[in-house]
């Protein structure tokens, strides 16, 4: 059963396991006790605090255990907005950041604050020139990712940095999917992690903020982790995580390459052999393990079964596999095709054979798909005579808004439009993604009596 | 090494490392993934939130699982508070709650909002009466604990329930310290609760909130457990924490017999063999682990280590052994002696040979402690002739002055007056405590230059 998901939980790491254990007999009680077993979980947790500063990059007096990732984040924004409330109000951070971050975002917005959301390129990253011109005089506190969790982009955390620094507003970056690979570039302010990306356990993550950046704790005060984490520590679970970040580290340079080789192969056999497929995110500047590409026509929940039943676990940023039925931010950030989506992210010790396994099945599956769906071949379009059309997919879901398109724009006059009624929300990123793909000029939207007017003009 | 200290965390219990382990197997995914490892881990947590929901009395879907016990009280607590803010900005609570209620108070008056605390007797419990005099038309919320974590008092939670009911507020019971012993009694509206405390590991509590409370989630919005409970679950360790409060209970019946009665027995024999002790918290309605004791003329730091160095792992709410030098919040609202505080909770499985070991142990360490700092005998002070005295115990820590104090009582005639000059915090409430256990008056405290004089009248 090839698991393709770390990049959302990694299976716990062997190391994390035996500290986890040798950590629940060790290290269970109280580490602010007095007495002997107190004694012995203070100094597990300052072990496990030295390690992940190491691995890090700062000092133990600078990092802080929290509950998760996500607690991370939010503490670290909350925090650092708070500390620096006098410069102003502003925070600016790029358009696919983790949800954690955009959530924390729109509390700030709604507790009055601003927020400015730099876009990012057709590959994921930001442009540090743009990041740097959101920066205003009245900026508290700039977020950037050091990697996307859903394409894998790296993102130039090292420039934007230095151009925070010149305007004297502290960075916060999120490392979640690369602090396992690698420690960040230098420069940043606020770091925040998860274990669980690792192969540490769940329930920790870690904030560091280095000394000299203005912080101040939200929320109800707190006696433990320097009033920044609320709560009893996690201890054993602390202990495991910093273990096993060490353990994966320590493989980390080694396992990056066959894992790059492994997704290189991905990106150039996906291309090869799925028509009509968008292989997104930066080739070159991306994170070791992780790919992701949409395949036109293809319905990503019944792709994403039909690959479960095939037992390949991954998973989409489609539409169709959300509970809020919205493509992923980060695609629609990039304006690359949703539909169909599918993100692979290898842990360590992936089997190569379980990705040429992957590579067989894939084609075939979504062919299957594709043929129930209705699509259609990907022969290019014939001349025809037609004058503009109408088509009506209200009421449909992703893909099919784009399949109708894809049926009728051979039989439009080249010059002549079709326009797509649809109402679901995959549909605004979808067809002008397809319209890149297909060498068709798209239009644009207009508003209709039920959902919107995609109008698209044949090329060719 | 008998560990007494159950109340700050106790051992994990086998089942829950059972659980656990076979947890970090089987549950690591993500549970809002569509994949087997997924789907699985949606079926565990599904599993624990039913038998969680079972033992604490609610439906599975009234129910998240926070990462602590704290951070459970914080959620509920600024939920329910902004749920009803167009009701007021009020909110009662005992004067004995834990930190992590306290902290919410402070938090919400410092934003605006306006606080009561209920005074509790010399038992550490509140009167229903003076709390349901506490709510106003502008209540928003109540709290109250079930029972209390430093001296075992239970509360009267179900007739502070009814009057809460009455008067339209809801009440949210920290059952932090009563869960593993049994379910809260009916009547509350939000409950909180740690699994560390009932033998579950660290880094889970839950929060159950009662359909039809109004409860507004504060901070950035979450996607997982109904937006109550930010980040990643910790899944492996929710399915240890529901398995083993699902153990517990089973023996619990049984269990609270024979530790209430290893509890008499320490009650009556510190008594009976340690001069000049305190035993404190309801005799009767109490957790049936938990006794707590204060020893005059003792420095609660100095016992503790000594209580280490023979194998007794105890806690203390004595100031010197809290990093802020003041003495426990409970002690002090209860208005009982705080020097040489110890806290003695049972784990489930105490030997009763380890509890006769330590009441054989104590008697010597507190003589050996009080006759290295001086301590005066426990005679009666004899007549003497001399006029009122003005003993300086100023920058001398706790238990200094009341030693001070109980040297020179003797000196002056009965109804002249002991001035004690101290600016340890402690002093303030155990100086009216020796006053009260060696039937003298406490006349009252006056301004000084340095510190406060404390004034004692000779009655015997």
Same mark, same amino acid.
């Not at 075939?364 to 379009?381: D, F, H, K, Q, S």
């Given at each position: ?51 992940a500063?190491?691995a ?14 996500? $607690? ?78 859903? =394409?894998? $982009? ?44 690792w192969?540490g ?37 602390? =202990?495991?995580a910093a273990?096993s970040l060490r353990?994966v580290r ?28 968008? #292989? #997104?995110?930066?080739? #070159? ?38 509970? $809020?039925?919205?493509?992923?931010? #980060? ?46 071949? $990907? ?22 808004? =784009? ?14 439009? =079709? ?42």
């Amino acid at each position: 059963m090839p698991y393709f998901d770390a990049a959302s939980a990694a299976p716990l790491h062997p190391v994390a396991r035996q500290a986890l254990l040798a950590a629940l007999d060790e290290g269970w009680a109280d580490p602010a006790r007095l007495y002997r077993e107190g004694r012995r979980a203070r100094l597990l947790l300052d072990a496990a605090r030295e390690a992940a500063a190491e691995a890090v990059g700062c000092r133990p007096d600078e990092l802080v255990f929290t509950s998760s990732g996500t $607690t991370a984040v939010h503490a670290g924004i909350a925090g650092a907005l708070s500390g620096r409330r006098r410069v102003g109000r502003h925070l600016a951070h790029s358009a696919v950041e983790h949800s954690s971050v955009l959530h924390a975002a729109a509390a700030h917005e709604a507790a009055g604050g601003s927020c400015t959301e730099v876009p990012v390129d057709r590959f994921g990253a930001v442009d540090p020139a743009a990041f740097g011109a959101a920066l205003r005089a009245d900026t508290a506190l700039a977020c950037l990712q050091s990697a996307n969790h859903e =394409v894998g $982009t790296e993102q130039p955390v090292a420039e934007v940095a230095a151009l925070c620094a010149g305007a004297g507003v502290p960075l916060l970056v999120d490392a979640a999917q690369s602090l396992g690979w690698g420690p960040v570039p230098a420069g940043w302010s606020l770091l925040a992690a998860s274990a669980h990306k690792w192969g540490g356990p769940a329930g920790v993550g870690l904030l560091a903020v280095r000394k000299g950046t203005r912080f101040s704790p939200q929320g109800p005060a707190g006696e433990r982790e320097s009033g920044r984490a609320p709560g009893f520590e996690n201890l054993p679970a602390i =202990v495991a995580a910093a273990a096993s970040l060490r353990a994966v580290r320590d493989g980390a340079a080694a396992e990056a390459v066959r894992l790059r080789a492994l997704v290189d192969r991905i990106r150039s056999v996906v291309a090869e052999r799925v028509p009509d497929v968008e #292989v #997104v995110g930066d080739p #070159v500047r991306r994170l070791p393990h992780l790919v992701t590409f949409s395949c036109l026509y293809v319905d990503g929940e019944t792709l994403l079964h039909e690959l479960d039943r095939r037992e390949f676990s991954v998973s989409s940023g489609s539409s169709c596999t959300s509970s $809020t039925l919205t493509p992923s931010h #980060v695609l629609k950030a990039m304006g690359v095709l949703s539909e169909g989506n599918v993100r692979i992210s290898l842990p360590p010790g992936t089997a190569g054979a379980d990705v040429d396994r992957f590579l067989e099945v894939l084609p075939e599956v979504v062919a299957e798909v594709r043929e129930r769906l209705g699509a259609p071949a $990907t022969a290019p379009p014939s001349p025809a005579p037609a004058a503009s059309l109408v088509v009506d997919a209200l009421g449909r879901r992703c893909p099919i808004p =784009v399949i109708e398109l894809a049926k009728v724009i051979g039989e439009v006059a080249v010059g002549a439009t =079709v326009t797509v009624l649809a109402d679901d929300e995959a549909a605004r990123l979808d067809i002008p993604a397809w319209c890149e793909m297909r060498g068709q000029e798209y239009v644009g939207e207009e508003p209709a009596d039920r959902g919107s007017a995609y109008v698209v003009r044949r090329l060719s």
